[in-house]
């Protein structure tokens, strides 16, 4: 038995390692996930939520206990996982809808969500065409990918043949991932005119996780589409640039999303509405996504790295936010790690504050 904000629920026994083995999939770890989803669907008021692999049912639970949610419905293909889940429906004293299908055959028997979360173990690959077929217009989709290794650029075939781009293993490899997972759930929905527009999309520990709004029309696809660019990337100086004649470069990235991970007003609503049931971890994960929002369609730059390959001593990370700012620039720090910074600041300009001529 656990509490998780206002929600208990029985567990089936638990192994001590984190597996898709499991009778039916608990993992604590994914509070912040599940945290930031009930926060979501307080601020945009969906008035219908779906969940193909419900497992426990904690994420359903908790949004019909902390959110406005007219409707839940959880579904699970294992029985092991309905049983639970109607055991801890009746512990919480709520009511949902409970089915028991494939995740794929259960959003195609309905006719459409406003909101649709899939966190699956590993790629979300097999349920985007479903779920995005079943999302109402100016739904959420919600999708969490636990496969990083191909999207990080560990192994770079296996993320050309999934997700259909170039990843790069190096102080870039994270965000150039959750990138290049964005521009993979949005092609699919462009192949039904849907625009699939990031409002809040993050890195964490060993997960991606994206809130996409849903915008019908082939115009807004096309503007997607405008969106996605190669990225080319100098080894040796650590420059990056979407423009193949501004350096010499000796890696080409991509493609991927080079838009804006978040939509700002969406996050000031969400920090507006944490409460107690909160975890402070996922407190603090907002505060810096608050602040790297201002300039969200800008690349990292990692400080360490970049005074490794120019040989150059780095100053305190606020220090140097500071004296980019007080050049009329902006900079802030970014969620992906406490070494990097986002800035619209140019290279040469940043070398030369950093001592680099």
Known sequence: MILEGTTQIELPKQTDVITKKQVVFYNPAMRLNRDISV???????????????A????RGIRFL????????VLNDLSTDAISLITNNCNLNSVKCEIENKDANEFLLSHTGFDYIDIDPFGSPNQFLQSSILRLSRD?????????T????????????????????????????GLRILIRKVQLIGTQFDKALVPILAYYKDHYFRIFFRCEKGKKKCDDVLKNHKELYFDSKTGKSSYSQKEFEYDSVVGPFWNGDLFDKDVVNSVIKLIDKNISKETVELLNRINEESEVSNLLLIDLHALAKRNSFAIPKTNELIKKIQEKGFIATRTHFDNQSIKTNMDFETLFKILGKK
């Open 39 to 53: 926060l979501i669907v307080k601020a945009l008021e969906p008035r219908s939520c779906a969940l193909p692999m």
């Open 55 to 58: 497992a426990t049912g904690i």
């Open 65 to 72: 206990k902390e959110t406005a949610c007219e409707r839940v």
């Open 139 to 147: 739904g959420i989709l919600a999708v969490t990918a636990t496969d």
């Open 149 to 176: 290794a191909p999207l990080c650029g560990t192994y770079f075939k296996t993320c050309l043949r999934k997700y259909w781009a170039r990843p790069i293993r190096n102080e870039l490899m994270h965000e150039v």
